[in-house]
Structure formats: C-alpha cells, structure tokens
C-alpha cells in the first residue's frame, strides 16, 4: 500500500473539571503548551465547550476540549506520514 496518513489518538480525562473552574483548568494548559513552544492556532472560550487547538515545533496538532457537564479530552494528531510499498516475500 502507499500514500500518506495521519494517525490521531485520544484521552479523556475521568476528572470532570466544575464550571468554575473550566476557564483556569484551559488557561493552565494554554500556558504549559507555550512555554512548550507549541503554536496556539485558535482559542475557543465558549462557555459550554470551550476548546484550544495547537501545533507542536515537529508538526504534530494538539487539542483539549471540555465537553459535556467539563469531561476534558486531549486529542493528537501526527503529522502526515508517507508510505512506501514493501516488498511482499
């Protein structure tokens, strides 16, 4: 087979972060991802479901979310990765 592909995984976190506490929870984490130097692409600030989606120096995307009554999810995605037909034996 050949082409390219990208290969995306994905966390929960089981803690649900409160109301209160979501905006902080999100700040922290955009905070850490700077200090990383990771590219902040774009800030959500919805009340309901706020998001931050980034990029890494190496070109892997990053994002967390807060999604139902603050149940947080990370998810990354890899950069696009090329295949090569292999030989078959």
């Excluded at 009340?47 to 190496?58: G, N, Q, R, V, Y």
């Excluded at 009554?69 to 090569?84: D, H, I, N, W």
């Amino acid at each position: 087979m050949t082409g390219s592909c990208d290969v995306t995984r994905y966390r929960t976190v089981m803690t649900v972060v409160s109301e209160q506490r979501r905006g902080n929870f999100l700040g922290v984490v955009e905070r850490f991802w700077r200090a990383s130097d990771n590219r902040i692409k774009m800030v959500n600030p919805s009340k309901d479901l706020p998001t931050i989606i980034a990029s890494s120096p190496d070109g892997f995307g990053i994002e967390v979310k807060s999604g139902y009554k603050g149940q947080a999810f990370f998810e990354v995605t890899s950069p696009a990765l090329t295949s090569r037909r292999w030989p078959r034996p």
